[in-house]
């Protein structure tokens, strides 16, 4: 499954929020320094959807905010 989400980095509190057109706003605390936030994206992400870290991949918009993230 393939979702798109809309990341806010160093923001006050972490969560998963879902839009109404289907895509997901990832609130992480990381700073966007050295694949910090990606790296709390990733187990945000798989928290939410209740699968290992391993099965959550970021394959599109690693360097941006919007983000095509692939779960298997």
Do not use: W, Y
């Not at 966007?32 to 870290?53: I, Q, S, T, W, Y």
């Amino acid at each position: 499954m393939k979702i798109r989400i809309h990341v806010k980095p160093r923001s006050s509190r972490e969560g998963v929020d879902a839009n109404p057109d289907g895509s997901f706003v990832v609130r992480v605390s990381a700073p966007p320094v050295e694949g910090k936030a990606n790296e709390r994206v990733v187990e945000l992400v798989a928290d939410h959807f209740h699968v290992p870290k391993r099965n959550v991949r970021i394959s599109v918009g690693t360097r941006g905010r919007t983000k095509v993230v692939e779960i298997v």
